[in-house]
Each structure stands twice: as structure tokens, then as C-alpha cells.
């Protein structure tokens, strides 16, 4: 019954702890950023793919490549995110 109750144990703070990193994988962060590009950039602008990347595993930055096609042709532009784990701000770079 000890070892029930240890390995009991041991499974839930392996489940604690891993709930614990509540933060967005890079995938849904970008989704997350181009949902609030999308409400922000003008309806004759399309977003035809955005890459992010994580600075490092200790940042809260990340930078990524945004294409879009716009009347005048198709763009590429550097995009610096900001995400704390609940927050997040993006901006286009020129």
C-alpha cells in the first residue's frame, strides 16, 4: 500500500509541475498573433504566413517573418513579439 501511495504521489507532482508551464507553445502563439494582426490590418491586406521564433528558452521575445500580399504586390516584414506567458504585444519592423 506504501508504494501505491508514493507512486501516487510522484505521478501528481509530475502533473503539477508540468501544469504549471501554462505558457503557449510557439504554434499557438503565432496563431494568437496573427488572430489580433488580422482584427488590426486593413481588409485589403492578407496575411499569407507568419514564422515565429523564440529568442532563447529564457526570452520573452520572439521574432518573426511575416508575408502578405497587399494591392501594391507581396511584402515580406520582420515581426518582434513580446509574450510573458499572458500577455502579448507585436509590432512590424521597418
Known amino acids: 500500500m506504501k508504494i501505491y501511495i508514493n507512486l501516487h504521489a510522484a505521478t501528481f507532482l509530475a502533473i503539477t509541475l508540468a501544469s504549471c508551464d501554462a505558457r503557449l507553445s510557439t504554434e499557438q502563439l503565432t496563431q494568437e498573433v496573427l488572430i489580433s494582426m488580422g482584427e488590426y490590418l486593413d481588409d485589403?491586406?492578407?496575411?499569407?504566413?507568419?514564422?515565429?521564433t523564440r529568442d532563447s528558452n529564457e526570452s520573452n521575445t520572439y521574432t518573426g517573418i511575416l508575408q502578405t500580399s497587399e494591392p501594391n504586390g507581396a511584402f515580406t516584414y520582420t515581426v518582434a513579439v513580446t509574450y510573458d506567458g499572458e500577455n502579448m504585444t507585436w509590432r512590424v519592423l521597418e
Open 44 to 52: 485589403s491586406i492578407s496575411i499569407d504566413s507568419l514564422i515565429l
